[in-house]
């Protein structure tokens, strides 16, 4: 009986520290790392196939990137680009468009984040 007990906790011990893992570890996206495989005359496909997904949002010329606390992501002087971002745990990637749709320039912010900030993204909290 002594056990079953003492067997109960240690997988109550071991959910335990998956979640804490899920939530302490980075997952695979949009990271510094894959930032780094981006280069210079890349696709939109196939940045999103880096990134592992679709940008978060875009940035046209002339307008302000979102303002959450995060620096401004470098604007350029020529109408025909565009600049979308995709954010990350670790920080938000930024990548200019040219008017061929292929990769003109790209820039990293780096975004700090708690733990608490990783536990409500985790678990879909605002």
Same mark, same amino acid.
């Given at each position: 009986?002594?056990? *079953?007990?003492?067997? =109960? ?13 899920? %939530? ?5 996206? %949009?990271? *510094? ?17 880096? $990134?592992? +997904? /679709?940008?978060?949002?875009?940035? @046209? &010329?002339? *307008?302000? /990137? ?8 470098? $604007? +350029? *002087? !020529?109408? &025909?680009? @565009?600049?979308? #971002?995709?954010? =990350? !745990?670790?920080?938000?990637? #930024? @990548?200019?468009?040219?008017? !061929?749709?292929? @990769? &003109? #320039?790209? !820039?990293? &912010?780096?975004? /700090?984040?708690?733990? $608490?900030? +990783?536990? +409500? ?6």
């Amino acid at each position: 009986m002594k056990w *079953k007990s003492w067997l =109960g906790g240690a997988a109550a011990a071991a959910v335990c520290a998956c979640l804490v893992l899920a %939530v302490v570890l980075p997952g695979p996206g %949009v990271t *510094k790392a894959s930032f780094d495989q981006i280069e210079d005359g890349m696709s939109f496909e196939q940045v999103n196939a880096v $990134l592992g +997904r /679709p940008p978060d949002g875009i940035q @046209v &010329k002339g *307008k302000a /990137p979102p303002r959450n606390g995060l620096n401004e992501a470098p $604007l +350029r *002087k !020529d109408p &025909k680009e @565009v600049c979308y #971002y995709w954010k =990350g !745990d670790q920080g938000i990637a #930024y @990548v200019a468009f040219s008017s !061929d749709i292929r @990769v &003109k #320039y790209k !820039d990293w &912010k780096e975004q /700090p984040t708690t733990f $608490l900030d +990783r536990a +409500r993204a985790w678990l879909y909290f605002p």
